[in-house]
């Protein structure tokens, strides 16, 4: 079994730099950076090192199109991709490919450093309208390269989001994500704590287009849309409550909910009729191949 692993990137240097230290330890088949328009000397420092196989350049920031074009480029029956700013673990390969002797697609935790000592994730999944969908992490994932096909990769129609609706689509054609303990990626515990603002109206519409492209208009798409917006509006108030946020921030963050949503749904359902088939990706790897603006290939 060999294992090729896509390493998408934007303006990460030097997370890259340790990601592809780590990589090179574990000794897969190849490994294929995708460089978005990077600014930083991204491009450079890759191709300096003799263990980078394929540099992939592309001028488009969506994450899903670099994963895409990752996949261009890949010529192992195992595609792994790995977030820039995240380490593979020793034994990372080897769990991976112990995994998909009998499994679809793989993933694993994520081990953060905290002062206190190391934080940790665990499996995800939901049953939805019948079917059981396994949560995977983007950062930390190993695909079949047949299950990739039968779910035509990533939808690039959606800027955030992307690994859940593939988690989505992957149960849709009958196909199971494995949990592996061992198949282990560490990062380092970000000086604020980790908090980050959030894309209130993008993060919506990836919720409802994704549920919409996957579930049609069913009820179970507006319930579970209504169930997060009730419980991050209850997060929000408690924020604006304790004077951490202004109560003009909350109304326009519903705003946006509420406008993301919408369009999200609207979205989705196009989507779910322009492509009937299982896949539902109509924006997928298949769907264009000129993704890539230059390419230098060591193989």
């Not at 989505?168 to 949990?179: F, L, Q, T």
Request: glycine residues 10%; hydrophobic residues 40%.
């Amino acid at each position: 079994m060999e294992v090729s692993v896509v390493v998408p990137t934007l303006n990460d240097r030097e997370e890259l730099r340790g990601c592809l230290d780590a990589l090179a330890a574990e000794s897969p088949a190849e490994v294929v950076v995708v460089n978005g328009p990077s600014t930083d000397g991204t491009s450079g420092m890759v191709r300096d090192r003799d263990d980078v196989a394929v540099l992939v350049e592309v001028d488009d920031r969506n994450v899903n199109a670099a994963r895409n074009a990752g996949l261009d480029r890949a010529r192992g029956d195992v595609v792994a991709f790995v977030n820039p700013s995240l380490t593979v673990e020793s034994g990372w390969h080897g769990a991976v490919v112990d995994a998909l002797s009998d499994a679809d697609a793989v993933t694993g935790p994520t081990h953060e450093q905290l002062q206190a000592g190391v934080a940790t994730d665990t499996a995800e999944s939901r049953r939805i309208r019948g079917r059981t969908v396994t949560y995977f992490n983007g950062g930390n994932v190993a695909f079949t390269d047949e299950t990739l096909e039968d779910i035509d990769g990533f939808d690039e129609r959606l800027d955030v989001g992307g690994a859940r609706d593939a988690a989505h689509r992957i149960a849709g054609v009958d196909r199971e994500v494995a949990w592996s303990a061992e198949m282990c990626v560490a990062r380092e515990a970000a000086a604020d704590g980790g908090r980050t603002e959030r894309g209130w109206r993008s993060r919506y519409r990836s919720l409802t287009y994704r549920l919409a492209k996957n579930y049609g208009p069913h009820p179970t798409v507006v319930i579970r849309t209504l169930r997060h917006a009730l419980d991050d509006a209850a997060s929000a108030f408690r924020d604006v409550a304790r004077g951490d946020a202004k109560p003009t921030v909350w109304l326009g963050n519903g705003r946006d909910v509420a406008v993301g949503g919408v369009s999200g749904f609207t979205d989705g359902l196009r989507a779910r009729y322009a492509d009937r088939s299982p896949a539902r990706n109509p924006a997928g790897w298949s769907d264009r191949t000129d993704r890539a603006v230059a390419v230098y290939d060591r193989r």
